[in-house]
């Protein structure tokens, strides 16, 4: 990420932007910050800008002497006249390098001198080009026009000698279309690249915004995926420790069995953050890590909330459990985990019963119901954040997830799944 010394943010510029000497100062104008601009807050004049003045110098000065050596085929000329004619000329191409801070002005300003003198032909030109190239159409058709307009009036004055007048009138209108046009199509070229320096930065900003969305996406994935791995270990940590602390009478054995169950909880739970978090730090997705839970997994889990003190009973009527889907069969297991980890946290020491149904065609139907608790229910700080996280899990593959207080005081957790893509995530009759 490159830093500025301006406010502005500076994108990141194309390769041919950084060979400055080829761009127009226009160009650069918008592509570098203003701290490397010129003190009067316009960039400073690039190697191109330099040799395409002196062309343009160069061309008004020799458009000019040419002019001059045809002054004394004029016969109705005064010398003094064509004295005039040469300095107002002079003048004029001395004028050019003002082109590029007043077009408008040097281009309204050669209206005027163009009726009067011959050898500041080249300078009028080039103030039309000028003026084509930096500035919108209207002020072309406006000034360009009367240009035009006026040089009938010129060669009637004074007429070219052995041309014309149509002929002459003609070729003004010729050169002076030439030179309108040339402008404008240096114009145009100039505004498409600067359409597709806008469309370049546009795509590094949506690319930029797409990035920065994909990881926040992850690190939300991960943080879920934590939530839902340590609290549950965590819980069966604080169960039994608080099973120590309220039975000191407790003999050796149990003493012993529930410090085994502390450490063997505290050991996994260790191993699951490592292993999350060595999945952030190598920026892999969640199934590169070690194997996933499936719905197969869930016999385990209510192996070890029982063995946690809780009175747990599964009830299962998938009709192939083999063929759940890898993504349906996690989150469902997800979603046990952390009803029952609520249930241990919110209602301890009632009974809960998992329930689990469905088959292909028909979507999978998961309920974690609670018996109403007994006595006063203690008060345990909760943000809600985890269930939230099983709604976007369960939304994720598809499914809902629904949740709330049973008619008997009791508390249900219930989600329904599709059973891959096409599947009807509708309960059926008796499931749960």
Known sequence: MSTVKSDERTPALPAYARRRWVLPAAVVEDLYPRSQRAPHGRPHRTARDWIVDFACFLSAVAIGLMAADALDQETDLSPAM?????WIGALSCAAVWLRRRWPVQLAVAMLPVSLVSATAGGAVLVSLFTLAVHRPFRYVAWIGGVSVAVAPLYYWMRPEPGLAFPASVALAFLLALTVVGWGLLVRSKRQLLLSLRDRARHAETEAALRAEQAQRLAREAIAREMHDVLAHRLTLLSVHA???????DASREQVARAAGVIRESAHEALQDLREIIGVLRAAEPDDAGRPQPTLAALDGLVTESRGAGMRVGLVGHVTDPAAVPVSVGRTAYRIAQEALTNARKHAPGTGVTVTV????????????????????????????????????????VGGTLDHGPTPEGGFEVRARLPWGGTADPRPREGAG
């Open 357 to 396: 149904g469905g088959g292909p065609g028909e979507g999978l139907v998961l309920s974690v119901r609670n018996a109403p608790p007994q006595g006063k229910v203690p008060s345990v700080p909760g943000s809600g954040q985890g269930l939230i996280g099983l709604a976007e899990r369960a939304s994720l």
């Open 82 to 86: 064509a004295s005039a004619d040469q």
């Open 242 to 248: 608080g099973a120590l602390e309220f039975r000191p």
